[in-house]
């Protein structure tokens, strides 16, 4: 089975093509969601969130997460700190669901894949492009936050230029061109490596 990573900043559109490639039958790991649920399913983490970002950072059982983003995203070490503590059990949790899957690839949806070092999980990686105007716009208009709240976002993840040139396919989800197509296409070539690991 290969295991295929798919990554790109913010607003670029990973859901929306991992979504896509769930239609095709893939199983997805989403790891934005999977560290959610760790952080109400996991002990140990929830001991180290409130020993260092305070009890507060629970409401009535339920992580708040529009305070926790307000403490991280505009303080780098805190950011630091968070990201040390759910991505190590975040990797395992993946692994453990890539073990248990069977198809011909899998993928694993990651907007930090190469920051958080999971990259070395995975046979190839694709990276979802989109110019930034439209990233950001794209996210104001999905979660309602202010310009300047993207950008901080932003500001703490590998430029996008980098992170493409790291990736061994790229889907482009701008005004230009279909992103359907472009998943179709890449889901034959994966499937036709997949069949050469038989
Ligand atoms: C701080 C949290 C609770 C805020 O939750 P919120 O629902 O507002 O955002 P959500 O998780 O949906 O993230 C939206 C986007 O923000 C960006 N983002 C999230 N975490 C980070 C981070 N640690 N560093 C840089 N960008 C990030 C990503 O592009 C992500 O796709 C949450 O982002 C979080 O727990 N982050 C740390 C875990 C993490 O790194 N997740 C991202 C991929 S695994
Ligand atoms: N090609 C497109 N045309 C129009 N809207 C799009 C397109 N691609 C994505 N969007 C919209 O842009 C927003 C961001 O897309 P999506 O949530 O897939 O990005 P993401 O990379 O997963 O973002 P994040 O890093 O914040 O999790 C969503 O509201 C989505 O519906």
Redesign the pocket.
């Known amino acids: 089975m290969l295991k295929i990573g798919l990554t790109g900043?913010?607003?670029s559109g990973?859901t929306t093509v991992a979504k896509v490639f769930e239609l095709l039958n893939v199983p997805v790991y989403y790891?934005?969601e999977a560290?959610?649920r760790l952080?109400h399913t996991d002990p140990v983490l929830k001991a180290a969130m409130v020993k260092h970002f305070g009890a507060d950072v629970y409401k009535n059982e339920q992580?708040d997460?529009?305070h926790?983003?307000q403490l991280?995203?505009n303080d780098p070490g805190k950011?630091e700190l968070?990201?040390s503590l759910?991505?190590p059990p975040?990797l395992l949790d993946a692994e453990k669901w890539i073990a248990s899957q069977k198809a011909p690839y899998i993928i694993k949806e990651?907007?930090?894949l190469f920051?958080?070092g999971s990259a070395g999980q995975l046979d190839y990686i694709i990276g979802v492009a989109a110019p930034v105007h439209l990233r950001i716009k794209r996210v104001m208009d999905r979660?309602a936050i202010s310009r300047e709240q993207v950008q901080h976002?932003m500001n703490?993840?590998m430029d996008e230029i980098i992170k493409m040139r790291l990736c061994d396919f790229i889907i482009h989800n701008d005004e230009q061109q279909l992103v359907i197509p472009q998943v179709l296409h890449l889901h034959e070539a994966l499937l036709k490596l997949a069949s050469h690991l038989q």
């Open positions: 900043g913010i607003g990973k790891a934005d560290s959610k952080y992580l997460r529009a926790l983003a991280v995203f950011l968070l990201n759910v991505h975040t990651a907007a930090l920051e958080a979660d976002r703490r993840q």
